[in-house]
């Protein structure tokens, strides 16, 4: 062996004295890893209560409806929920019987969210594609926060807002006879569904790779043309993901649609008139409801058919996000 070469694990300081060998610390490495399998543990305990509690709530809900399977009295049927006559009157008058149908509550519901949307969607997409493609970097330090600050404004206030200012103003500009409408219902919630379209759209336009943009800026396309052709569709799947979370959003609204909507449980494919949405109804009845009455298992049914649209919606979802990434990327 030469002198120059130095025995494996031997390291020679400038005096020459050779030291021990380098050993791993072997009680920090075994602190590590039971820390890690502590916060392992932790964090499947936390996530496992979470899906617990959301699984107790549905059970309980569901339990509290189910007695209207096999329920008689007050001349019920189940099939009244869905079947003529279609209005809502749970409190009888004369010598009337109480009425539950729920297609109008669930019309006034599809109704309120769609108009929402339909202003929400393009106005949310537009901003966060401004926003992460175009504005300069101190821009884009006023604009998002400003836009998302509306995420954190009560949705009574929002409602009040609508109540007080733009119904009336909607009234005059509009001439129709209903000051709280469908209209006004759907344009004060899309300042609660704006905030959640654009921020996981914002992120997820965000997100596409850096190079995306250099090449289709290198083939010669202007920025626009990169935003448009090569980003958007780039970042789709994120972009569905965050109509679907709006849409779960403005269907499970309830303090503005309380507040704005006319509370009117008509069938009416007009925006102009009064609807009353699920949410709502169960919010303004629950706490006078007679309790194990049949009004009292037909609110909580309400309350399990909302959990069943957002369950689909989710699901709905989760599959439009998996088929657009394998037909963008190739893969989920």
């Given at each position: 062996m030469s002198k120059n070469v130095q025995p494996v694990g031997e390291v020679d300081d400038r005096q020459g004295a050779r030291r021990a060998p380098l050993q791993p610390d072997t009680r920090n490495l075994k602190i590590r890893r039971l820390l890690d399998r502590i916060a392992e543990k932790a964090i499947f305990a936390i996530a496992l209560i979470a899906i617990s509690i959301i699984f107790l709530i549905f059970v309980y809900v569901g339990r509290?409806?189910?007695?209207?399977?096999w329920s008689a009295e007050e001349g019920f049927r189940l099939s009244g929920l869905f079947g003529s006559p279609y209005s809502w009157q749970p409190v009888a008058t004369g010598t009337g019987i109480?009425?539950?149908?729920?297609?109008?509550?669930?019309l006034g519901t599809l109704k309120v969210t769609f108009i929402a949307m339909l202003l929400a969607t393009p106005l949310?997409?537009?901003?966060?594609?401004?926003?992460?493609?175009?504005?300069p970097p101190r821009l884009r330090g006023w604009i998002k926060p400003a836009i998302e600050?509306?995420?954190g404004i009560p949705s009574v206030v929002l409602g009040f807002f609508t109540l007080i200012v733009l119904a009336t103003w909607l009234q005059d500009v509009f001439g129709y006879v209903f000051r709280l409408n469908a209209l006004v219902a759907g344009i004060g919630l899309t300042f609660a569904v704006i905030p959640i379209i654009y921020t996981v759209s914002e992120d997820a336009l965000t997100a596409v790779p850096k190079l995306y943009r250099e090449a289709s800026l290198a083939l010669g396309a202007s920025k626009a043309q990169t935003a448009l052709r090569v980003v958007l569709p780039a970042a789709m799947p994120g972009i569905a993901?965050?109509?679907i979370l709006g849409f779960g959003r403005a269907i499970g609204e309830t303090m503005i649609v309380l507040m704005v909507s006319g509370n009117a449980a008509v069938i009416s494919l007009s925006p102009t008139d009064g609807v009353r949405t699920l949410s709502a109804t169960i919010a303004a009845e629950l706490g006078e409801v007679v309790f194990g009455s049949i009004h009292y298992r037909v609110l909580f049914f309400i309350g399990t058919l909302l959990f069943i649209i957002t369950a689909v919606l989710n699901w709905v979802g989760d599959r439009l996000n998996r088929r657009l990434r394998e037909r963008l990327f190739g893969s989920a």
């Open positions: 509290e409806a189910l007695p209207l399977v109480p009425k539950y149908n729920v297609l109008p509550l669930i949310a997409l537009a901003a966060a594609l401004y926003t992460a493609e175009f504005a600050l509306l995420a993901a965050a109509i």
